[in-house]
T-cell receptor
Framework: GENVEQHPSTLSVQEGDSAVIKCTYS??????FPWYKQELGKRPQLIID?????GEKKDQRIAVTLNKTAKHFSLHITETQPEDSAVYFC?????????????FGTGTSLTVIP | DTEVTQTPKHLVMGMTNKKSLKCEQH?????MYWYKQKAKKPPELMFV???????INESVPSRFSPECPNSSLLNLHLHALQPEDSALYLCASSVAGGTGTYEQYFGPGTRLTVT
């Protein structure tokens, strides 16, 4: 099965600085890589995703890069704000005709210090 | 409507009780999922239903019994649970197949406490 590793487990940055979270996966058949933000007591919310046929994707302050050869992908948040503080999960998925079997990384607790 | 709903929000049950968790979506998604999430841990996939048929069971104990009565509803029947089963149970849905968006939409979860 798929194994997703995520680093770091905790990350503190000053407001306005950038934050980078990295994930690696093991299954070369994985073809979809979403990133979720989860605030305390709430559901995971998709913030950005990338498919295996794309190397980079950006949405305002958030970007994701994918290196299929090395089997790793990263989340980049620029100009961080206190409201970015949350737990972030990466996931790897193989999209099939029967659905998406998601495997999550262990999470990164991000704290943005005002 | 891009919402997945779950009931109840909170559930406290004894180890001899039988209870059910419910999940509903009206996005026309034909894949639905149950996840278990312990505090400060990632969601763990339990079951996947595709076109109302169970397609993936991640070696979940039989005290958890999923059911998909139609394309909009997903249930999780609970019986003889253990205290270590206390967790947040998340339902999610997505399109089934490789076209369109791959996104999974999560419900708000049911916070389960087993006493």
């Amino acid at each position: 099965g798929e194994n997703v590793e995520q680093h770091p487990s905790t990350l503190s940055v000053q407001e306005g600085d950038s934050a980078v979270i990295k994930c690696t996966y093991s299954d070369s058949a994985s073809n979809y890589f979403p990133w979720y933000k989860q605030e305390l007591g709430k559901r995971p919310q998709l913030i950005i995703d990338i498919r295996s046929n794309v190397g980079e994707k950006k949405d305002q302050r958030i970007a994701v890069t994918l290196n299929k050869t090395a089997k790793h992908f990263s989340l980049h948040i620029t100009e961080t704000q206190p409201e970015d503080s949350a737990v972030y999960f990466c996931a790897a998925s193989r999209v099939t005709n029967t659905g998406n079997q998601f495997y999550f990384g262990t999470g990164t607790s991000l704290t943005v210090i005002p | 409507d891009t919402e997945v709903t779950q009931t109840p929000k909170h559930l406290v049950m004894g180890m001899t009780n039988k209870k059910s968790l419910k999940c509903e979506q009206h996005m026309g998604h034909r894949a639905m999922y149950w996840y278990k999430q312990k505090a400060k841990k990632p969601p763990e996939l339990m079951f996947v239903y595709s076109y109302e048929k169970l397609s993936i069971n991640e070696s979940v104990p039989s005290r958890f019994s999923p059911e998909c009565p139609n394309s909009s509803l997903l249930n999780l029947h609970l019986h003889a649970l253990q205290p270590e089963d206390s967790a947040l149970y998340l339902c999610a849905s997505s399109v089934a197949g490789g076209t369109g968006t791959y996104e999974q939409y999560f419900g708000p979860g049911t916070r389960l406490t087993v006493t």
